[in-house]
């Protein structure tokens, strides 16, 4: 058996000049030759590694690099055939603006949650919070359905739709769109550090919560399990696991309040309540168990998750 190595160079020359053979049958007359086109694609691959790279950093870990440099290097090309110098735009200015846009284009294909399916999880959020402290505890999906007005069905349709595709990342727990997401320039050090402390403490929340939610919420959102195979293993219906899923995301939310932002963090109508214990017994478990040095720790300079959260003892 032969093996041959290839550079990245030469894979990303190889994929940008395949894309530039298709795309010639359909586009028109291009101010530049296509040896001219050639060379400047691989003068300016460079870009499309450096915008990926800086748009990787902004956006979940579950988006894989090569998905976003071969739209950009699909943009690069047609960036070349459309691009006329005689206009007198900087080639690496109009190519930066076509590769951006390629890539952004892609982000939204990926996106496959549509503003719809977001804008009802926001509502089932704010509906399950305001049942929750009202009636002190969480509520099942027969109530919160009622609340919001459709059926138990539709609730965990939306509910799968939404989650599967924003919590995964363990970026943070966001309804954000494709858009959303890559709208805001790149983070200042302080920025960065910000959001290193926040998925720190997310880290520990989620190593905090009792044994059965930190197993709902490992299998489904970070090994990606379905609700019955769960289910099964725990012993318990599919329902059951919705509800314990909504109950460890708002213990999640309230307990990363308690220590990023107090002044969200819902006070509960009964102190000496057993919910209400169990909470501030969880939030105390949060604050116990996390320092500055161990938060930064799970996450390398760019933000990105660098260990997995630990699974609890069978």
Same mark, same amino acid.
């Given at each position: 058996?032969?093996?041959?190595?290839?550079?990245?160079?030469?894979?990303?020359?190889?994929?940008?000049?395949?894309?530039?053979?298709?795309?010639?049958?359909?586009?028109?007359?291009?101010?530049?030759?296509?040896?001219?086109?050639?060379?400047?694609?691989?003068?300016?691959?460079?870009?499309?590694?450096?915008?990926?790279?800086?748009?990787?950093? @902004?956006?979940?870990?579950?988006?894989?690099?090569?998905?976003?440099?071969?739209?950009?290097?699909?943009?690069?090309?047609?960036?070349?055939?459309?691009?006329?110098?005689? @206009?007198?735009?900087?080639?690496?200015?109009?190519?930066?603006?076509?590769?951006?846009?390629?890539?952004?284009?892609?982000?939204?294909?990926?996106?496959?949650?549509?503003?719809?399916?977001?804008?009802?999880?926001?509502?089932?959020?704010?509906?399950?919070?305001?049942?929750?402290?009202?009636?002190? @505890?969480?509520?099942?999906?027969?109530?919160?359905?009622?609340?919001?007005?459709?059926?138990?069905?539709?609730?965990?349709?939306?509910?799968?739709?939404?989650?599967?595709?924003?919590?995964?990342?363990?970026?943070?727990?966001?309804?954000?769109?494709?858009?959303?997401?890559?709208?805001e320039p790149s983070p200042g050090p302080e920025d960065m550090l910000l959001r290193r402390e926040q998925i720190g403490y997310l880290h520990h929340a989620i190593a905090a919560l009792p044994e059965?939610?930190?197993?709902?919420?490992?299998?489904?959102?970070?090994?990606?399990?379905?609700?019955?195979?769960?289910?099964?293993?725990?012993?318990?219906?599919?329902?059951?696991?919705?509800?314990?899923?909504?109950?460890?995301?708002?213990?999640?939310?309230?307990?990363?309040?308690?220590?990023?932002?107090?002044?969200?963090?819902?006070?509960?109508?009964?102190?000496?309540?057993?919910?209400?214990?169990? @909470?501030?017994?969880?939030?105390?478990?949060?604050?116990?168990?996390?320092?500055?040095?161990?938060?930064?720790?799970?996450?390398?300079?760019?933000?990105?998750?660098?260990h997995a959260v630990r699974m609890p003892a069978a």
């Open positions: 058996m032969t093996s041959t190595v290839t550079t990245d160079a030469d894979l990303l020359a190889d994929t940008a000049l395949t894309a530039l053979a298709a795309d010639g049958a359909s586009t028109g007359t291009p101010a530049l030759t296509a040896a001219e086109q050639e060379d400047v694609i691989r003068q300016h691959m460079p870009l499309v590694g450096h915008l990926v790279r800086d748009m990787l950093s @902004r956006i979940p870990n579950h988006i894989h690099r090569d998905d976003l440099t071969s739209a950009g290097l699909h943009a690069l090309v047609t960036a070349a055939r459309s691009w006329d110098p005689n @206009r007198g735009i900087p080639f690496h200015r109009f190519a930066a603006t076509r590769i951006r846009g390629g890539i952004l284009d892609e982000l939204r294909a990926l996106d496959w949650a549509t503003r719809s399916v977001r804008t009802k999880a926001r509502a089932t959020d704010a509906t399950r919070h305001q049942l929750t402290t009202t009636l002190g @505890r969480t509520p099942t999906d027969e109530e919160l359905a009622q609340a919001l007005g459709t059926t138990t069905n539709d609730l965990h349709r939306t509910g799968n739709d939404v989650q599967r595709a924003t919590v995964l990342s363990l970026q943070g727990f966001t309804t954000a769109s494709a858009d959303d997401l890559v709208a059965r939610l930190q197993i709902v919420v490992t299998e489904y959102f970070l090994n990606e399990r379905p609700m019955a195979d769960i289910a099964a293993d725990l012993g318990v219906t599919e329902s059951r696991i919705s509800q314990l899923r909504a109950e460890a995301l708002s213990l999640l939310k309230d307990g990363l309040n308690t220590q990023l932002d107090p002044d969200l963090a819902p006070a509960p109508e009964n102190p000496e309540s057993i919910t209400a214990r169990r @909470r501030a017994t969880y939030y105390a478990a949060i604050a116990g168990n996390t320092t500055l040095h161990s938060r930064l720790s799970l996450t390398n300079t760019h933000g990105h998750t660098t």
